[in-house]
């Protein structure tokens, strides 16, 4: 899920879905109207998935997708290593699910361990976890 906004109303740490997937901008640039067009916004944003730098270059009018980050708690049921799976228990539906352990952070994916409780985000139907509680 996602909800509509215009380029002017970011700033720099806030979520904006570039390319269909969901990104933490790292830098704005706004230029000045020209003699012949209108503002532009120069975005850079990295991916809250996989990492990546994804850029877009629009009109400051521009309309944009803001995606809606559902922050959950959740318990570590089982680790499967060979299939790079985490399974998890929501804490206030109980139901359980998959989830890929945290890659980009070695920190967490050390400490994690089953039945410690953990911080997931449920953002365009996937989820990762943020941090071990």
């Not at 449920?122 to 989820?127: C, F, I, M, N, Y």
Request: hydrophobic share 35%; net charge neutral; aromatic share 6%.
């Amino acid at each position: 899920m996602s909800k509509p906004a215009a380029l002017s109303d970011v700033k720099i740490g806030s979520y904006i879905i570039i390319d269909g997937e969901p990104c933490r901008i790292i830098e704005y640039d706004k230029s000045k109207p020209g003699k012949h067009g209108s503002a532009k916004a120069r975005v850079v944003a990295t991916g809250v998935f996989d990492g990546s730098k994804h850029s877009l270059v629009s009109p400051v009018s521009a309309g944009i997708e803001i995606p809606m980050i559902e922050k959950r708690t959740g318990q570590v049921i089982s680790i499967n290593k060979e299939q790079e799976i985490v399974q998890l228990m929501d804490m206030e539906s109980f139901e359980t699910f998959d989830s890929p352990p945290p890659t980009h952070d070695k920190e967490i994916n050390e400490k994690l361990a089953e039945g410690n409780e953990v911080e997931y985000w449920k953002v365009l139907g996937k989820t990762k976890i943020i941090r071990i509680r």
